[in-house]
Every structure is written in C-alpha cells, then in structure tokens.
C-alpha cells in the first residue's frame, strides 16, 4: 500500500514540478492566462522555486519506494512521463494548466499524508 501511495507522490509531484516551470515561462504563462499577461518577477521565482522543490519531493519519494540504486531510473521514468503529460496539456489545453497545478499539488499534499501516517 505504501509502494502505491509513493508512486502516486512521485508522478504528481513531477507533474506539479513541471507545470510550475512551464508557467514561469513567458509563452506558457501568457496561454494560459491570455495575451499580454506574463509572470511578475515574483510570481516567476514563486514558480520556479514551487516547481524545484517539486522534482525534489518526487525524488525523495523515488528514492524511498526502490532504494538509492533503482530509485535514479524510477524516478528518471516519472520524470518523463510527466513531461509528456504536462508538453500534451500545454499543447492542446493550455487553459487548463494552472487548475492542473492546483490538482497535482493537492494530490501531491494528500500522498505526503497518507505516507506520513501509514504505518
């Protein structure tokens, strides 16, 4: 159960992580939001530091489901399935992103729970 809970950490952190990144950037931000509407220089390091600390937590949760030899390609495997998603939603629905980055990182917060407190 735990395994299964990590997993669910580490792909929604990776998609937080990557969603954040790509909305701190000009392009992304502004289709996601309209024309003319790029990040502030604090919202932009808001982001880019929310998205670093993401792919960090999804390391750490790769690292505890298999281990500092097999969590490397786990997590390297998260990290590009993540991706994936995150360039297909900012292709085809790029509205949609900033409710992705809500979604992901509650569900996120709600795996780090249910890790802490599973026996």
Same mark, same amino acid.
């Given at each position: ?74 997590? =390297? &495997?998260?990290?590009? @399935?993540? !991706?994936?998603? $995150?360039?297909? /939603? %900012?292709?085809? *629905?790029?509205? =949609? &992103?900033?409710?992705? @980055?809500? !979604?992901?990182? $509650?569900?996120? /917060? %709600?795996?780090? *729970? ?6």
């Amino acid at each position: 159960m735990k395994g299964a809970v990590l997993a669910m950490l580490m792909l929604s952190a990776a998609g937080a992580g990557f969603t954040a990144l790509a909305l701190a950037m000009d392009r992304h931000h502004e289709d996601c939001f309209g024309r003319g509407n790029s990040p502030s220089a604090r919202r932009r390091r808001t982001l880019e530091a929310f998205g670093s600390v993401a792919l960090a937590l999804s390391l750490g949760a790769a690292l505890a489901r298999e281990g500092s030899t097999q969590g490397w390609v786990l997590w =390297l &495997g998260a990290l590009t @399935l993540a !991706a994936v998603l $995150v360039v297909g /939603l %900012l292709s085809y *629905l790029p509205r =949609l &992103g900033f409710k992705c @980055l809500y !979604a992901t990182t $509650v569900l996120a /917060l %709600l795996a780090s *729970l249910a890790v802490t407190f599973t026996p």
